[in-house]
């Protein structure tokens, strides 16, 4: 097992990064520019492990993909132009990738098969195989379709009204592109807003969806048309270092290029409402997906309540808002937040066990975590246990170490973030 040493002990934090492509933009640009007509060319695209399994899969199921400098050439030619592939598609670390895929699959008329790394094996796929099959669609896996891998046999689909039992844009998103393929309208209800980046790309690409408060609805039998995809920044990867500027002493660090779409920016509000000098520098709106400059400065935290609808908007975040607790005064609780037990790892455990190893003081709760600030960082040896956000959240929290810290499994930060440490090392002083 590779074990990387991590900066610690560091002074301060200055200067400016800008943040790689936001990496579920860059799953559903190729998704997207697969099952539209035409020409679509993406830049700014996030070449992380993830990303680059969604390529993958996409070129086994007959699609032209061209890859140069971040940037991608896709030439599509509709849903039916995708072709029954001869090899099982590897989704290799990525949810986003099989569960969008499952929805993509249930309506093409041959047989595919979904396989993933561990990690994946783990993750629960019924809050998407059930809903796809009551469209019309075969599938089946382990324990009864809840694992993978994943066998699907698609076909004619029948449109749907369905309601999420769980706020989750894979989820929605799965069956939205289900739904594109679908005979009739179908209708998506979900119980708490989720990121919308899959309706703002079917508008993008010359489709129609409608979307009154948490009801989505969209018609079968459309075509998308191939576009321009401008990546914004990832704002789950500008996280890290918006909650480093706050924490480390005397720091000021500018993200620029950072996506600021109102279903992500929960960690904007989260660190105001603690106390956190941020400001939005500078922001552009497209029409397409916003995204601005960002400022931290080194602050004075405090702690605060993280709940109810802001969870879906900040789910992959909470790892670093966990850290970024422990520097605040007082207590901070994280609740209503029982999605992150199905992540790559169970990162409530996961946190908890982590940051505790270094000083912290956290517990865990069924659907959260109780975090006592504020806590000095010792050192140790830690893990990412394969998380991505962990690993990376672990790399922040060791600059505020006095001792030695040792992470494990450090190859896992590649999935989203390849040039994490690159961008950090830059801005240490």
Do not use: W
């Not at 390529?55 to 199921?61: D, G, N, T, V, Y």
């Not at 971040?70 to 598609?89: A, D, H």
């Not at 702690?303 to 109810?308: A, N, P």
């Not at 000083?359 to 998380?387: F, R």
């Amino acid at each position: 097992m590779s074990t990387l040493k991590l900066k610690t002990n560091i002074n301060r934090l200055v200067g400016n990064v800008t943040i790689p492509g936001d990496k579920s933009i860059s799953h559903r640009s190729v998704m997207f520019g697969s099952i539209a007509h035409g020409e679509t060319k993406v830049t700014n695209f996030l070449p992380g492990d993830d990303c680059l399994s969604t390529i993958s899969c996409f070129r086994k199921l007959g699609v032209m993909i061209e890859e140069s400098d971040n940037e991608l050439r896709i030439i599509g030619n509709g849903f039916e132009g995708l072709t029954e592939p001869s090899e099982l598609l590897d989704v290799g670390n990525s949810g986003t990738t099989i569960r969008l895929l499952m929805g993509i699959l249930a309506g093409r008329p041959f047989f595919s098969s979904l396989i993933g790394d561990e990690s994946i094996g783990k993750r629960p796929m019924t809050r998407v195989t059930v809903p796809l099959s009551k469209m019309g669609a075969k599938l089946d896996g382990r324990k009864n379709g809840s694992y993978t891998p994943i066998a699907i046999r698609g076909g004619n689909l029948q449109p749907i009204e369905y309601e999420l039992p769980v706020a989750s844009a894979q989820v929605k998103s799965s069956l939205i592109l289900a739904g594109l393929q679908a005979d009739g309208v179908s209708t998506i209800i979900e119980p708490a807003e989720t990121r919308d980046h899959t309706e703002r790309m079917i508008r993008q690409f010359g489709g129609e969806i409608t979307k009154d408060h948490h009801t989505i609805r969209v018609e079968g039998g459309q075509k998308l048309t191939g576009t321009t995809i401008r990546v914004p920044g990832d704002i789950s990867s500008a996280a890290f270092f918006l909650v480093a500027g706050a924490i480390i002493p005397d720091s000021e660090i500018l993200l620029e290029n950072v996506g600021l779409n109102p279903t992500r920016t929960g960690i904007i509000e989260v660190m105001q409402n603690m106390g956190a000098d941020l400001e939005i520098v500078q922001a552009e709106d497209n029409g397409f997906e916003p995204s601005g400059n960002l400022r931290i400065k080194t602050s004075n935290l405090k702690g605060t309540v993280v709940e109810g609808n802001l969870i879906p908007r900040l789910i992959d975040e909470i790892p670093i808002i966990a850290l970024l607790a422990t520097q605040a005064e007082g207590t901070t609780i994280i609740k209503d937040a029982e999605e992150l037990k199905v992540k790559e790892t169970n990162r409530i455990d996961t946190v908890v066990q982590e940051l505790n190893k270094l000083g912290a003081n956290i517990e865990a709760t069924h659907d959260g975590m109780i975090i006592h600030g504020k806590s000095k960082l010792n050192g140790g040896d830690v893990s990412s246990h394969g998380d991505h956000r962990i690993g990376m959240m672990l790399a922040i929290a060791a600059l505020l170490c006095k001792d030695k810290v040792e992470l494990a499994r450090p190859e896992a930060i590649s999935v989203s973030y390849p040039n994490f440490f690159s961008h950090l090392n830059n801005l240490i002083r």
